[in-house]
């Protein structure tokens, strides 16, 4: 990990266990490449958009997540000014790329869908 701030064990804590979830860390992985809007991870992940949004919410509340509004629609990426970004980005760095998940979703033409 490459920080000059030390983080502290409950908050780290924290982000291990929100880490620990399929779903999250898979958006969390996707999220380090690509700006995403809940539609994409509803479609993704075949869920209820309330369900998508709690697991942002709580990735937000952590800090980790950020959101940027663009009109109507919101999109979800790593933040990379929190103080947890290095160790995020170590803790995936391994696992296999989600890329062609939006790929797929490119090719049925559901990327960036909100309208």
Known sequence: MQTNEALDIEGTANVLKLLG???RLTMVKIMS???CCVCEFVDLF??????IS????KM?????VKESRRGQWVFYSLNPSSSYYS??????KDLPSQ?????ELSAQGKRICCD
């Open 21 to 23: 979830d399929k779903t």
């Open 33 to 35: 490449d690509h700006e």
């Open 46 to 51: 075949e869920m209820s958009q309330p369900a």
């Open 54 to 57: 709690q697991h942002l919410r």
């Open 60 to 64: 937000k509340d952590s800090g980790f």
């Open 87 to 92: 160790f995020i980005q170590t803790v995936i």
């Open 99 to 103: 890329n062609f998940k939006l790929e």
